[in-house]
Nanobody, 118 residues
Framework: QLQLVQSGGGLGQPGESLRLSCAASGGTLTNYAVGWFRRPPGKDLEAVACISSSGATRMYVTSAKGRYTVSRDTAKNTVFLQMDSLKFEDAGRYLC???????????WGQGTQVTVSS
């Protein structure tokens, strides 16, 4: 069974960058679309980015366009979320999820916290 382990995140200042990782074991991550989700404090979970299994399609929530980049490292069986030009509203708990297509999430990472503070 596919297992996802997240790393990265932490504390960043506005304008800085953070990178989140979602590493897979028990399966090949290129067989799955991988989405990134955020749960801001006191708010619902929202999708922020997704990369298709082939990597040909990448989708972003409007607030992340131009600042976030989702990518794959097939050799490492890992998907990354690069977050640039951080804003306060980027803060929250971030989770990755894998499934057959974006929006169909069968496997979830454990989550990692992103804090944005000056």
């Amino acid at each position: 069974q596919l297992q996802l382990v997240q790393s990265g995140g932490g504390l960043g200042q506005p304008g800085e960058s953070l990178r989140l990782s979602c590493a897979a074991s028990g399966g090949t991550l290129t067989n799955y679309a991988v989405g990134w989700f955020r749960r801001p404090p006191g708010k619902d979970l929202e999708a922020v980015a997704c990369i298709s299994s082939s990597g040909a399609t990448r989708m972003y929530v409007t607030s992340a366009k131009g600042r976030y980049t989702v990518s794959r490292d097939t050799a490492k069986n890992t998907v990354f979320l690069q977050m640039d030009s951080l804003k306060f509203e980027d803060a929250g708990r971030y989770l990755c999820a894998a499934g057959p297509v974006c929006g169909d999430n069968n496997y979830w990472g454990q989550g990692t916290q992103v804090t944005v503070s000056s």
